[in-house]
C-alpha cells in the first residue's frame, strides 16, 4: 500500500513559478517510477512528467516539457514537480501517482493517487 500527499499548489500569476511536493508512504518508494498528471475544470486528466525509481530517466508532456522538471529525492521519500513560466492553461488540480512502472504512467495507468493540490494561475 502507498498513500501519496501533494502539497505546494498556489495561486500565482502567469509568468511565475512554482515547486509542487509529493510525499510518499512506505519503504519501497524508491522501488517504484512516480507520475505527475493534471486535470483542468472540464477537462480529461492528463499526463504531466513521470520519472524512474532512481531518478535517472525522465518524460515529459509536450506542453510543460521546456517548463517543468521533474525530480525525486527517495531518502525524503518524495518526489517534486518544479513547474516554471507558468501560463493560465496550466491551471488545474495536479495529482501524484504510481504503479511502479514508467511506461504505465506516461500511458496514464496508476493504482495509487494522492488527493491533488491546486494550482491557479492568473494572467
Known amino acids: 500500500q502507498v498513500q501519496l500527499v501533494e502539497s505546494g499548489g498556489a495561486l500565482v500569476q502567469a509568468g511565475g513559478s512554482l515547486r509542487l511536493s509529493c510525499a510518499a508512504s512506505g519503504r519501497t518508494f524508491s522501488r517504484y517510477a512516480m507520475g505527475w498528471f493534471r486535470q483542468a475544470p472540464g477537462k480529461e486528466r492528463e499526463f504531466v512528467a513521470v520519472i524512474s525509481s532512481t531518478g535517472i530517466r525522465t518524460y515529459y508532456a509536450d506542453t510543460v516539457k521546456a517548463r517543468s522538471t521533474i525530480s525525486r529525492d527517495n531518502a525524503k521519500n518524495t518526489v517534486y514537480l518544479q513547474m516554471n513560466s507558468l501560463k493560465p492553461g496550466d491551471t488545474a488540480v495536479y495529482y501524484c501517482?504510481?504503479?511502479?512502472?514508467?511506461?504505465?504512467?506516461?500511458?496514464?495507468?496508476?493504482?495509487?493517487w494522492g488527493q491533488g493540490t491546486q494550482v491557479t494561475v492568473s494572467s
Open positions: 501517482a504510481t504503479n511502479g512502472q514508467f511506461n504505465a504512467l506516461v500511458r496514464g495507468t496508476a493504482d495509487y
